[in-house]
T-cell receptor, first 108, second 112 residues
């Protein structure tokens, strides 16, 4: 089992829809959870982080954490074509582990 | 402008020819790290440094060396590059620990 697992996609959603990106992790001791966005040919950039169970909202983005079920998700409301990118989940326990990333395509 | 810089951005070399990829940050960050990114394998950490003169292995350290003599610089050294080190390399830094990292623009390396 991979330590941090994401569906590679591509996930395709129409413009204006909600995009839901999921990530599961194996280390129950993990304490910090991050979502990075990576445009094609560019470097990753942090868009959200969450430490506590529940939801954290920032504009159109909502991160959801469920430690009991060991998953973290990212919701993007009112998806825009500019949101088309690969989204990387990163989980920190003893070390920071990245998932493979989910490619999101938002169709106009 | 706060940033992480890497040089060179692109490099083609041959097996066995020593090379260094430089990384520098101007944010006075304590934590710096090197990653490689390969299709299907995601970002994997090579080495990291919690502060000056403190470095430690990540998940894939074999074939790489690093040093941290100054807070702002964290070069990645490939003493004898091999084709399996062909990859996209990212340097990153953060204020403390591995959280909220800022990534450099990446160095694309091809080893023939």
């Amino acid at each position: 089992q991979k330590e941090v697992e994401q569906n590679s996609g591509p996930l395709s959603v129409p413009e204006g829809a909600i995009a839901s990106l999921n990530c599961t992790y194996s280390d129950r001791g993990s304490q910090s959870f991050f979502w990075y966005r990576q445009y094609s040919g560019k470097s990753p950039e942090l868009i959200m982080f969450i430490y506590s169970n529940g939801d954290k909202e920032d504009g159109r983005f909502t991160a959801q954490l469920n430690k009991a079920s060991q998953y973290v998700s990212l919701l993007i409301r009112d998806s825009q074509p500019s949101d088309s990118a690969t989204y990387l989940c990163a989980v920190q326990g003893g070390k920071l582990i990245f998932g493979q990333g989910t490619e999101l395509s938002v169709k106009p | 402008e706060a940033q992480v810089t890497q040089n060179p951005r692109y490099l083609i070399t041959v097996t066995g020819k020593k090379l260094t990829v430089t990384c520098s940050q101007n944010m006075n960050h304590e934590y710096m790290s090197w990653y490689r990114q390969d299709p299907g394998l995601g970002l994997r950490q090579i080495y990291y440094s919690m502060n000056v003169e403190v470095t430690d292995k990540g998940d894939v350290p074999e074939g790489y060396k690093v040093s941290r003599k100054e807070k702002r610089n964290f070069p990645l050294i490939l003493e004898s590059p091999s084709p399996n080190q062909t990859s996209l390399y990212f340097c990153a830094s953060s204020l403390q620990g591995a959280e909220t990292q800022y990534f450099g623009p990446g160095t694309r390396l091809l080893v023939l």
